[in-house]
């Protein structure tokens, strides 16, 4: 067992991927895909996913201001190459409606090619990232980032899908994002036509009123087949319709892109690999909350997803993400294993190959209906909620990524919203708590119970509480506190509540103890933890010097102990100089040693491990309350024993 955990923490602490392990992990899963028990539920879920990914990836396409065979190419190509390589075995993926608004950016600005350079730098990113397993800092993201992202962007889809559901097309203009859309959009509600506006509505609403009658029905197949056929039923004639899908299938090729707009490419390139591994990694942990079959290897989703990105660039597809709404039909369906994500591909060329006609019948509208629901799923107004309830700067980090994606674009708006959780991030984290404990009679034994009192302190001694991480958005505060402090003889600084120090923090805390010094103040240093003892270990070998000098104690007692041998008659203060004694110091001792014997009730007892003996549970229990000074041979413990449980510990 502990050789198992050992390996596990090894494996923890790699900085790149183990390949034969994912090799390994890729052998199981593709075993499993061959299991006749697994074919027919497989094939079964298969067939839903399709229905349901089809005409969203219709109108993602569309959305995204490229022709219909793009949606397709990428529900294709980057499905089959993310189900086989991926770190989740239920996950389907393929075009995503976070990216819609980022893909019309791209086109408009640097046509088809800037756009497929853009999705092969994301996927050569996301394999890096997989590689070198950059996965798991994915997850740290805030959950506030994330939810601004998602409504910014579904505000975004909703001011682009509205004028095609009204019935005209407005032109993009790349100054003020969605809201110029908008605007230009209600500047021309003259031209609305009703018969879009119905279609529209009504897909829009099949979407939403589906669900709530079945989950398992495909309500994107069901919105846009309705809303088809509203035209042939009325004979409506001034319809948008889709138009008819090319014949054949992509090729491969590389984009041809001028060597002077390659850095602003480099940027797209990194704002679709953030959002495309942030969708993924989000759909990935859905799936894995609802299917307790598997866990989820991010790392290996990374890579899969990326070698999708990169099969998808190559035919001249938009970005591959997971997507959450098949991936959850694809687990609600009954699929076992990656066939079905597979199959789900092969079923969607199929179909592009043999319904192209049909699909030529689409009305624009329609499609824009189903991703207008969609975008209104996306907007997490209820998450703004909650934290406008419990914390104002956490909905101020919401607000300020939503609406600089609205105000601007998906470019600008991930920087700065990683900008301000990390400002949210340091400002919560360099709140340090800092208290002196007094040592004033007649409540001294508080000063180690962690009690907060008040009064003017013993003059010989001063115990400082630091609470919090100690790095550079917080260790002025220790300065400016030790620039306050009165005089005394000695101050220990109590760090067991300091879990995490940096250079900066180290340096603040050999600036204070300097100053102490100067002043003839001896400090103390009480309770650090193995991390940050190891950190001050480390950083005082050639420099920081005063800090290396500092006595270390584990206890608050034994450092009060060293400050009372280094105590004067002078140094006391008139109460306590008839005694000889610091009073404050014995008290607080006294206290805290009858807290150590108050602090249970339970008898003291010594636990002897005695496996070969005939001892009912393998533990002999002695009672030692009254013992003393009285020892016993322990018997010879065998090689194949048990360590006891901290409990009999």
Not at 294 to 301: A, I, L
Not at 312 to 327: D, N
Request: glycine share 10%; net charge neutral; charged share 15%.
């Amino acid at each position: 067992m502990d050789i198992a955990d050992g390996s596990e923490r090894e494996r923890s602490t790699r900085l790149t991927v183990d390949p034969v392990a994912q090799l390994r992990y890729l052998g199981r899963e593709w075993a499993l895909m061959v299991r006749p028990d697994n074919v027919v539920p497989d094939l079964l879920a298969s067939v839903a996913v399709a229905l349901v990914a089809l005409p969203l990836s219709l109108a993602i396409a569309n959305a995204s201001g490229v022709p219909p065979i793009y949606g397709l190419v990428t529900a294709v190509v980057g499905g089959m190459v993310a189900a086989l390589f991926g770190g989740c075995r239920l996950q389907v993926s393929g075009p995503a409606a976070a990216m819609t608004f980022l893909v019309f950016e791209v086109v408009t600005k640097y046509g088809i090619n800037g756009l497929v350079a853009g999705v092969l730098i994301a996927g050569v990113l996301q394999v890096l990232s997989g590689v070198f397993r950059i996965g798991r800092f994915m997850q740290f993201i805030p959950r506030p980032v994330i939810a601004g992202f998602l409504s910014g962007i579904g505000i975004t889809i909703l001011c682009s899908q509205l004028p095609k559901i009204l019935g005209y097309d407005v032109s993009h203009s790349e100054e003020g994002g969605a809201v110029a859309l908008l605007y230009e959009t209600l500047r021309r509600l003259d031209s609305t036509r009703i018969t879009s506006l119905v279609i529209g509505l009504t897909a829009a609403g099949l979407m939403f009123g589906v669900p709530r009658i079945s989950r398992r029905l495909p309500a994107p197949l069901i919105a846009v087949v309705s809303a088809s056929v509203l035209p042939l039923v009325f004979g409506w004639k001034e319809v948008a319709f889709l138009g008819a899908l090319p014949a054949g299938f992509a090729v491969l090729r590389l984009p041809v892109i001028p060597w002077e707009i390659w850095n602003e490419l480099v940027q797209v390139g990194l704002t679709m690999y953030f959002i495309a591994s942030i969708e993924s990694l989000l759909s990935a942990a859905v799936v894995d909350s609802m299917d307790k079959s598997s866990r989820v290897n991010n790392d290996q989703e990374l890579i899969g997803q990326g070698l999708a990105n990169i099969a998808s660039g190559l035919f001249g597809g938009i970005p591959v993400t997971g997507v959450i709404a098949r991936s959850a039909t694809n687990v609600q369906a009954g699929a076992r294993s990656r066939m079905s994500a597979l199959m789900h591909a092969i079923l969607i060329l199929v179909m592009m190959l043999a319904l192209g006609p049909l699909v030529a019948r689409i009305p624009i509208a329609a499609l824009a209906g189903v991703l207008t629901a969609v975008a209104l799923r996306m907007i997490e107004i209820h998450v703004l909620k909650t934290l406008w309830r419990g914390s104002r700067a956490e909905a101020a980090v919401y607000v300020v990524t939503a609406g600089t994606i609205v105000f601007t674009d998906l470019i600008v708006g991930v920087p700065v919203g990683l900008v301000a959780a990390f400002t949210y991030f340091v400002y919560e984290m360099s709140r340090l708590n800092l208290e002196c404990v007094s040592l004033e009679e007649p409540n001294a034994a508080l000063a180690l119970l962690g009690e907060q009192q008040g009064g003017s302190g013993c003059p010989a001694v001063s115990i400082m509480r630091v609470e919090g991480p100690l790095f550079f958005a917080s260790s002025f505060h220790l300065r400016n506190l030790v620039d306050r402090l009165g005089r005394c003889k000695s101050v220990i600084f109590d760090m067991h509540g300091v879990p995490f120090l940096d250079i900066t923090g180290a340096e603040s805390l050999e600036e204070s103890i300097e100053r102490l010094k100067a002043l003839r103040i001896e400090p103390l240093l009480v309770g650090l933890m193995p991390g940050v003892k190891r950190r001050i270990q480390g950083m005082t070998q050639k420099e920081l010097l005063a800090l290396r000098e500092v006595p270390m104690y584990a206890t608050v007692e034994d450092a009060l102990l060293h400050a009372s041998s280094r105590l004067e008659r002078e140094d006391l203060c008139a109460r306590c100089q008839p005694e000889g004694k610091c009073l404050g110091i014995d008290r607080a001792l006294q206290g805290a040693m009858a807290s150590s014997r108050s602090q249970t009730s339970v008898p003291r007892v010594r636990a002897i491990v005695a496996l070969g003996a005939e001892v009912q549970g393998g533990f002999q229990v002695e009672d030692t309350r009254d013992a003393v000074e009285r020892a016993a041979r322990m018997p010879v413990i065998r090689g194949d024993s048990v360590r006891p449980s901290p409990m009999t510990s």
